[in-house]
C-alpha cells in the first residue's frame, strides 16, 4: 500500500539556519502531496500541496518540489525562526484514496 | 462555521467507561475522516466518511470503536469500555471530495485520558 517515510527527529537548528525535512514517498499513479504543521497545543494545518510532478508547494518561506524521478518531496526553508518550531507532517493521497500520513518531524530552532 | 470544530477539547474518564466524541465539519464539505494521534507519535488513521456512501472502517483498531455521522454533517465517535492505551488526541477532519485538489481541514482535536 501507499506510505511516507520522514527524517527521524528531532531536528534542531538556530534562528537563521537553512531548513531540510526530507519525505519520500511509495505509491501507484500519481499521487498529490503535502505538508502539514502541527504548532505547540494546535491542531494540523495545511503548509502547502503539490498535485502534480515537478509542481512546487509554497507558503510562509517554506518551499517543496513534487520529484517523481526520487519520490520524493522534502520541505526546506532558507531562514528559519523560533516561530517555526513545531512537529511537520508529510503526507499524500492518492487518487481515490484516503490520505496517508508520515510519523511527522519535531523541529525545535533555538534563539 | 469558520472551520472543523471538535468538542469536548478534554476528557477524561475512568477505565471500562464509554466516552462520545463530537465533529462539526466545515459546511458544504461532504467527506469526513477521524485520526488518533498517540504522544509523540504520527497520525493513525480511523475512519472515513464520504456522503451517503458506507464509510470505511478499515482503520478503527478495535470492535469498541465506532462512528457515526448523518448525511453531510455532525459526526460521533465512540469509545466503549475504555481502555488506558484509548489515551490520545483523536483528531477529526474534513474536505471537498474534488479529485488531486482535495485538501484536508484539521479541527483542534479531542485529548482522551483514560484513568
Known amino acids: 500500500g501507499d506510505s511516507v517515510t520522514q527524517m527521524e527527529g528531532p531536528v534542531t537548528l538556530s534562528e537563521e539556519a537553512f531548513l531540510t525535512i526530507n519525505c519520500t514517498y511509495t505509491?501507484?499513479?500519481?499521487?498529490?502531496l503535502f505538508w502539514y504543521v502541527q504548532y505547540p497545543g494546535e491542531g494540523l494545518q495545511l503548509l502547502l500541496k503539490?498535485?502534480?510532478?515537478?509542481d512546487k508547494g509554497s507558503n510562509k518561506g517554506f518551499e517543496a518540489t513534487y520529484r517523481k524521478e526520487t519520490t520524493s518531496f522534502h520541505l526546506e526553508k532558507g531562514s528559519v525562526q523560533v516561530s517555526d518550531s513545531a512537529v511537520y507532517f508529510c503526507?499524500?493521497?492518492?487518487?481515490?484514496?484516503?490520505?496517508?500520513f508520515g510519523p511527522g518531524t519535531r523541529l525545535s530552532v533555538l534563539p | 462555521g469558520a472551520g472543523v470544530s471538535q468538542s469536548p477539547s478534554n476528557k477524561v474518564t475512568e477505565k471500562g467507561k464509554d466516552v462520545e466524541l463530537r465533529c462539526d465539519p466545515i459546511s458544504g464539505h461532504t467527506a469526513l475522516y477521524w485520526y488518533r494521534q498517540s504522544l509523540g507519535q504520527g497520525l493513525e488513521f480511523l475512519i472515513y466518511f464520504q456522503g451517503n456512501s458506507a464509510p470505511d472502517k478499515s482503520g478503527l483498531p478495535s470492535d469498541r470503536f465506532s462512528a457515526e455521522r448523518t448525511g453531510e454533517s455532525v459526526s460521533t465517535l465512540t469509545i466503549q469500555r475504555t481502555q488506558q492505551e484509548d489515551s490520545a488526541v483523536y483528531l477529526c477532519?474534513?474536505?471537498?471530495?474534488?479529485?488531486?485538489?482535495?485538501?484536508?481541514?484539521f479541527g483542534p482535536g479531542t485529548r482522551l485520558l483514560v484513568l
Open positions: 505509491a501507484t499513479g500519481y499521487p498529490s
Open positions: 503539490a498535485t502534480k510532478a515537478d
Open positions: 477532519a474534513s474536505s471537498r471530495r474534488d479529485g488531486p485538489q482535495e485538501t484536508q481541514y
Open positions: 503526507a499524500l493521497r492518492g487518487y481515490g484514496q484516503n490520505f496517508v
